[in-house]
T-cell receptor, first 113, second 113 residues
Framework: EAGVVQSPRYKIIEKKQPVAFWCNPI?????LYWYLQNLGQGPELLIR????????DSQLPKDRFSAERLKGVDSTLKIQPAELGDSAVYLC???????????FGEGSWLTVV | GNSVTQMEGPVTLSEEAFLTINCTYT??????LFWYVQYPGEGLQLLLK?????DKGSNKGFEATYRKETTSFHLEKGSVQVSDSAVYFC????????????FGSGTRLLVRP
């Protein structure tokens, strides 16, 4: 069974440029998460989807971050414009249902210069 | 509020040494507890979990016991290998928000041959 797939793995952009990350969850997993992991810290939840509905986006900085999961499967996380402090790893994760084990992708490593 | 505290790293051990990584938590009621591992350049992988007091999670020679009385979930392994070198994250999932994972800051383990 394929795991959570993310792309790109690595991205270097200049500040003020936009960037987008894509995630394909494990087949059959209706819950999808985006986490932010700063260097030397544990991941923190940005947004959670149940199917196509964003049910918890309280930690998403909505002035520059946006996310979508239009058909309830793949998801995209966008930053526009990027700032130096956005350099981090963006982790996508999925679970079959709320409360089940959460599986993580390998992450998208962003460097803003 | 809910939080997880881990011992600071790095922890440096020789191969075949005994490993303990301390983890304590703050939460109401009975959260679920997890250990995740992050190998260099990879995403988070679930190592083990425990969902109620006195449960012992185990996997790949690693063990952790859910201790309600000391609010702890310490990770142990009797004989570490070089391949165990990674960052280990303790996490909890609150009773009233079972979809949410709250992570500690991680502990880097380096095992020398």
């Amino acid at each position: 069974e394929a795991g959570v797939v993310q792309s790109p793995r690595y991205k270097i952009i200049e500040k003020k440029q936009p960037v987008a990350f894509w995630c394909n969850p494990i087949s059959g997993h209706n819950t999808l998460y985006w986490y932010l992991q700063n260097l030397g810290q544990g991941p923190e939840l940005l947004i959670r989807y149940e199917n196509e509905e964003a049910v918890d986006d309280s930690q998403l900085p909505k002035d520059r971050f946006s996310a979508e999961r239009l058909k309830g499967v793949d998801s995209t996380l966008k930053i526009q414009p990027a700032e130096l402090g956005d350099s981090a790893v963006y982790l996508c994760a999925s679970s079959q249902n709320q409360g089940n084990t959460i599986y993580f992708g390998e992450g998208s490593w962003l460097t803003v210069v | 509020g809910n939080s997880v505290t881990q011992m600071e790293g790095p922890v440096t051990l020789s191969e075949e040494a005994f490993l303990t990584i301390n983890c304590t938590y703050t939460a109401t009621g009975y959260p679920s507890l997890f250990w995740y591992v992050q190998y260099p350049g990879e995403g988070l992988q679930l190592l083990l979990k425990a969902t109620k007091a006195d449960d012992k999670g185990s996997n790949k020679g690693f063990e952790a016991t859910y201790r309600k009385e000391t609010t702890s979930f310490h990770l142990e392994k009797g004989s570490v290998q070089v391949s165990d070198s990674a960052v280990y994250f303790c996490a909890l999932s609150p009773m009233d928000s079972s979809y949410k994972l709250i992570f500690g800051s991680g502990t880097r383990l380096l095992v020398r041959p």
